[in-house]
């Protein structure tokens, strides 16, 4: 870190957690754009390649601006918390995905999950995993009996992960009681944070293992770059297993991405202050409009998983969804009409971005399937934004005006 005092505040963690002074005096660290690193002398060259001089190598092995990122992502998942952590950047979510599953399953083994996940994450499940004989176990994690019966008896079961709030019913599940189930039976837990943040919820203080994070949403914040991110508790895990798998899968980040995320990272506190302060005033506007049938917002007292989200989130967040009552044609409808907000996939940038899942997403997926997940022909998800509210709520009651 570049400041010696003893930092109290979350947003000074943010902004100045993870910095090194910069050899040229540079106040940001820049982009390196540099493939290779160079050795003084062949002594050095097999120092940094045994790790008794730690430094930098080679690209693919990380640079000065992506450690930046790293540790600032580290310090804010732990901050308050007293826990070390060990953060690896990669080059999308599902990168960190890929280095989470690979680094802890061999064939045979399995993954103990939820219905709702994010779409990519169920595909690389079922696509990828599932051909490498790693299965996963779907099952409704709400139902905690249930869950401590899979752990009982299948001792193939090596981790649990979780994704709270999930895409994109926000359904939540309790970390404090499932990551002490799973702990009680010996397994590994691993939580997908990216709809909360760290601002808004900390997997880490109940004990889990592994958090990922898409960086591309929340913590970039500006919708300017891909990124993932995996941070571990076990630093010697993370230092091997897991780097030697980052590695080797290239899924590497870049300075550019680094960059752009260490710059985004440094406002969270402040923009989720006001993604959070929007989203329950549309929450609100949206629940008492008559073309809708039903919104599914955690801050909302009726959204099954009200309490489990007060229990475990400072603040029920900025992602949400809600079901149009005229259906397909309908849903088209409403995102034809929009202005001002954007018509677009991914969230957690300023802007406010809305999608409708059945005629973009899961458009390839049957009514039937998707019913089950609650993705309904007229179910529109919503990433709330910081624009003044009273655009948002303008633009979104002009364009539920026909329906
Ligand atoms: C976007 C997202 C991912 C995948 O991240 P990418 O950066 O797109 O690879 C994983 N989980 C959640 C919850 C996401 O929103």
Redesign the pocket.
Known sequence: MGTKLPLTGWSSVAIHGGHSAEPRHAHLTPIYASSTYVFDSAEQGMDRFTGKEPSYIYGRFGNPTITEAEEKIAALETFGLNIPAKAILHA????A?ATLFLANLKAGEKILTHFSL?G??EELIHRVLKDLNIEAVITDLHDLAQAETHLKNDPAIRMVYL?TPA?PTLQCVDLEALISLAKQYGKKVAC?N??ATPYLQQPFAYGADFIMH????FLNGHGTA???VLIGTDIEFMKTIATKKHRLLGANSNGFDAFMLVQGMKTLEVRMERHCHNAMEVAHFLDTHPAIAKVNYTGLPQHPDHAIANKQMRHPGAMMSFELKKGLEGGMAFMNRLQMCVRAV??GTCDTLLSHPASTTHFGVSKEEREKYGITDGLIRMSVGMESIQDILHDLDQALSTQ
Do not use: A
């Not at 999308?92 to 990168?95: D, N, Q, R, T």
């Open positions: 999308s979510g599902m990168g995905l994010y990519g994450t994704e895409n997908d990216t709809f898409s960086t591309t949403k891909i990124g993932g991914s969230l």
